[in-house]
């Protein structure tokens, strides 16, 4: 059985202009475009120079009918002038004309010199004694001479009938000899232009392009480690300025987001490697000999601790890197805040009364937001304010709406404070001031980080105000719905 594989392959598209290189585009453009331009001024100029040469023929046959006209209308007319008139005609080299005058019978009185050559000539319709001759024909003869003719009646009180004929023709052979070889320099003129169009056009694209060669070989020096290059806009063409800055623009952010990537990879590494060296000592140190079943018991509530703290790390891993990648749908409602803040309050009222913390809440409205995140966010900020707040002092809580909608939540402590210069790292995921490490070491630096996403995520703000020694303001502010 023989397989015809060569019926079923699909015909291949031919390449469209869009898929050249843009060299070649522009020259094509520019090559076509000085093509046309070039072509409409010769021929502008070619049927210029042929209406000019028309015009004056015809207005030559013309003057010579109307003058004709007024020798033959005189009475007694002058014979020789009309014959010195007739027969001046044929000593002209480059510009012959011939005339033939006949009665009404058709007997001629008067031609030029060439009279075999004006019997061949098949000349037009005449024009009326009266009327303004117009009327031009042109005929090529056999000896591919080019006549232009006109015919016309004239009148003659001595003639009989009291009128003659009068046909003239005016050889343009020259004329046209000079127009077939401006036709043929035109010709040579279009196809020469269309190689040197395309020539310079290719050089103009290319020079044009220059900046773009010179940008492509900039941005081919970028590497991960070398994400200090710019562009720099200012030396670029006003074409490739916005290019240029956003390229820069780009640049910036990506090498933030390595930095801040870099600054990630090595805090994780170390949050992970504690409480992983944790449980590898009391691991061999149980091993190391017999326990009893207490201290076997006491082994495992402190393996489950660390256990508990890199669950609640993953955890907190897991849904920032969903929020960044906007994976998380967000269930929006409208609540009272005041009552799901009571709520997280019930987790640390053993807390507050070991510290002798009071909770002061006020407020009122209802904010539209996803409860179940807007409970984490505000867990988040109130676990720090616990964490973080000495004993004896007071953690505040104000729930707020504004005259837009709008709704802020407002935590404020007396607890350690932050340093002016730390509050911009806050929000870096696993970045914890000296003075929290410090104070507490329990913390994992992940919930300002989520507090953050969180707010993101609702389209709102997350505002910190904080002097140390003094405590800590945190704000949300949930934009209306």
Known sequence: MSLRQGNNIPPQKKPSFGTYSIVTRLTIIYTLTAFGM??????????????????KDERFLIDKIIHFRNIMKSSYYDVHELEQEVKEGGGYQFHKYLVKIVDVHGKTIMTSETSDTMDTIPFPQPHEVNEEPWNMVRFKSTSDEVFIMM???????????HKVLINTALNVTVEEAVLQQYRKQIYLVLITGLFFAAFIGMLIARRGLNPLQRIAAVIQRIRASQLQERLAPSQWPQELTVLATSFDEMLDRLEDSFARLSRFSTDIAHELRTPLNNLMGETEVALSKT???????QILE?????????SHMIEGLLFLARAENTDIKLDRSSFDPLQ???????????LAKEKAITIQCSGSGNVCADPLLFRRAVTNIVSNAFRYSQSGSTIHIEAQEAENHSFSITIKDNGIGI???????????????????????RGSGL????????????????????EPSQGTMVQLKFPAY
């Open 340 to 350: 799901e803040i009571h709520e997280v309050l019930e987790y640390y009222e053993v």
């Open 38 to 55: 070039l072509t409409l001024t010769a021929g502008f100029l070619y049927y210029a120079l042929t209406i000019t040469l028309h015009s």
């Open 291 to 297: 326990r009893t079943v207490e201290e076997y018991q």
């Open 302 to 310: 402190s393996s489950l601790e660390e256990f508990t703290r890199l």
């Open 419 to 441: 340093e002016a210069a730390e509050l911009q790292n806050i929000f870096d995921r696993f970045y914890r001031t000296p003075g929290a490490k410090g104070y507490d070491t």
């Open 447 to 466: 919930g300002l980080s989520i507090a953050k996403s969180i707010m993101d995520l609702h389209g709102g703000t997350i505002d910190v105000h904080s």
């Open 151 to 161: 015919s016309a009646w004239a009148d003659c009180p001595d003639c009989s009938d």
